[in-house]
């Protein structure tokens, strides 16, 4: 009886062992899902932030772009208005001139 009770412990003493290494190995397995994850989502943020500034570069490039044009088309405007209406500006630049320094008197003459 006393073999018996000897193999009864010593089977619960494997039986310990065993489930002690495999919580062991759970929780080794349990840290390196979470390690996983964590480098997984650092790349996702990582990833996530390269996009974000590629599109604001882009965006940046795209408003700078559209500046120049702008300002380019406007000084073009600017300077076909001049060179269209050149008489008529001269023409005005000279009657505020003559206004400006002719006496009050002698502008109904």
């Known amino acids: 009886m006393s073999d018996i009770l000897d193999e009864v412990l010593k ?3 494997a039986a310990d062992r065993v489930l002690s290494q ?6 080794e397995l349990k840290r390196a899902a979470t390690e996983e994850a964590s480098q997984a989502q650092e790349r996702a943020r990582e990833e996530a932030r ?23 088309e406007a000084e073009t405007a600017e300077h076909e ?6 008489q008529a500006l ?3 630049v000279d009657e ?14």
Do not use: K, L, Q, W
């Open 50 to 72: 390269r996009i974000v500034e590629t599109r604001v570069e882009t965006a940046r490039a795209e408003a700078e772009r559209r500046y120049e044009r702008t300002v380019r």
């Open 90 to 92: 001269e023409r005005i």
């Open 22 to 27: 495999a919580r062991e190995e759970a929780a």
């Open 81 to 86: 208005f001049m060179r269209a209406n050149r």
């Open 96 to 109: 505020v001139v003559s206004f400006v320094v002719t006496p009050e008197h002698r502008r109904g003459e």
């Open 11 to 13: 089977a619960e003493e």
